[in-house]
Nanobody, 124 residues
């Protein structure tokens, strides 16, 4: 069982930066690939980025590639999403999620555990 709690969201102007954090409970954090997803009002939850158990592999949605960076610190049970050059279309609730699969997944269904989400609002 893994419990996830996100933090770091807020209101930022376009072009600004935010760093989201996700803390995981339990002693098996390094057994999970971690993903970040987001959901804007009236839209489906969409993939943003994912990172392998060791942190050695990452994948990004095309819409955030080059602007966002996912990372993790297994010693601290933490995952992060550094978001730079933010755009109004990045406005959404951001969720971290844990998946104990072998390969990185970019859809929601394989992820077993989810946080409650943190709101990111980018003003123009």
């Amino acid at each position: 069982q893994v419990q996830l709690v996100e933090s770091g969201g807020g209101l930022v102007q376009a072009g600004g930066s935010l760093r989201l954090s996700c803390v995981a409970s339990g002693r098996t954090f390094s057994s999970y690939n971690m993903g970040w997803f987001r959901q804007a009002p009236g839209k489906e939850r969409e993939f943003v980025a994912a990172i392998t158990k060791s942190g050695g592999g990452t994948v990004y949605a095309d819409s955030v590639k080059g602007r966002f960076t996912i990372s993790r610190d297994n010693a601290k049970n933490m995952a992060y999403l550094q978001m730079n050059s933010l755009k109004p279309e990045d406005t959404a609730v951001y969720y971290c999620a844990a998946d104990n699969g072998i390969i990185l997944r970019i859809t929601t269904s394989p992820y077993d555990y989810w946080g409650q989400g943190t709101q990111v609002t980018v003003s123009s």
